[in-house]
């Protein structure tokens, strides 16, 4: 089963609180996803632990419930 942009998003602020999500359907099939999730909690991590952070905060549905998705982290300007 797909997942909507919103529960995608709704998923990540409840695991990042502090984050700014933007969440894109790059195909329109409910499939495959970009995110820009910018948070100042990110401030000192790497790429790899912004990543396996947002992919916590997933909790383990990338690859079942999500198929696809393009990742961009930020800390805020």
Do not use: W
């Not at 529960?7 to 609180?17: D, F, S, T, W, Y």
């Not at 969440?23 to 999730?37: E, F, M, P, Q, S």
Request: net charge negative.
């Amino acid at each position: 089963m797909a997942m909507s942009a919103a529960e995608i998003e709704a998923l990540i602020i409840v695991g990042i609180p502090d984050a700014a999500v933007e969440i894109t359907d790059l195909a329109g099939d409910g499939n495959h996803y970009a995110a820009k999730v910018v948070a100042a909690s990110f401030a000192g991590q790497s790429r790899i632990a912004r990543t396996k952070a947002v992919y916590a905060a997933l909790g383990g549905r990338m690859g079942d419930e999500l198929h696809a998705l393009q990742l961009t982290t930020a800390i805020p300007d």
